[in-house]
């Protein structure tokens, strides 16, 4: 299988990927739905994304969650880092696409104090906190970037968005990982959140008394591309009677599944 590194994914490989996230709805998926039907969470897209795009899940803390090998370039990987929210909805209204960039609150407040902002003074330097917010998240990636000898190559690497909403729809968006010059947008507090506007609308949010998540929201006709909107494929009739793992422990060991009848 080729990499995908510097293209879009084929009709195939769509196809093959809905079909994998589908086997996540047998009780082996993170999300849990009723009975032993389950959906695909974060963990089991990640590593859908790296099966099927050639790629190895990373499963830890690294910048990026699936790394693939850059064949133009050996040694080198093209990162993807994978975010999955039930926002398809919002993205339908208001065409922008829900990423969570992060939610390391700790993180944010010692980079603030560094400018001398903290939870006391903050809402009164809204672009400083702003600016410093993106630049923090853009120095993690330039971390790892070949340009500071790290291994993989920023220009290739991008941001998969995988919305989806209650109806079980699903749509997958991809957006560069160079984020926008925060200088340009127009900063300012909203109740608790800080949040940077663009001309259209918010592009940034971040809850730093809640959560410290920090919310990145591109528009959807900004993607570098983006599949049509899908549906998981309905597992065969009585395959939702049994759990998922008990059916592939049976399959993978049916001797000493059996003697554990007796």
Avoid at 93 to 120: A, D, H, M
Avoid at 194 to 220: C, H, N, R, T
């Amino acid at each position: 299988m080729t990499p995908l590194v510097s293209r879009d994914p084929t009709d195939n490989e769509m196809q093959k990927f809905r079909l994998i996230l589908s086997t996540y709805q047998d009780g082996s998926g993170q999300l849990a739905i009723k009975g032993n039907k389950t959906l695909p969470g974060w963990r089991d897209f990640e590593r859908a994304v790296a099966i099927i795009f050639n790629g190895e899940a990373q499963e830890n803390k690294y910048i990026f969650d699936v790394l693939m090998s850059d064949s133009e370039q050996p040694g080198l990987f093209v990162g993807i880092s994978c975010k999955m929210r039930r926002t398809l909805t919002d993205t339908i209204r208001t065409g922008r696409v829900t990423l969570e960039l992060s939610n390391s609150s700790g993180k944010f407040w010692r980079e603030l104090l560094r400018y001398g902002i903290n939870q006391q003074n903050y809402a009164t330097q809204p672009a400083t906190a702003g600016s410093a917010l993106i630049d923090l998240v853009e120095s993690w990636h330039k971390e790892v970037g070949k340009e500071n000898g790290g291994r993989v190559d920023l220009d290739k690497s991008y941001f998969l968005s995988l919305s989806w909403n209650k109806k079980e729809d699903y749509q997958l968006f991809k957006f560069p990982v160079d984020l926008p010059d925060p200088a340009s947008l127009q900063w300012e507090f909203s109740g608790r959140r800080l949040i940077g506007k663009d001309a259209l609308g918010i592009l940034f949010e971040w809850y730093g008394e809640s959560g410290g998540q920090l919310k990145y929201y591109p528009l959807v006709r900004n993607a570098q591309w983006k599949s049509t909107i899908f549906n998981l494929q309905p597992l065969p009739m009585g395959i939702d009677f049994e759990h998922g793992v008990l059916v592939k422990a049976k399959s993978y060991f049916p001797d000493l599944w059996g003697m554990t009848a007796n």
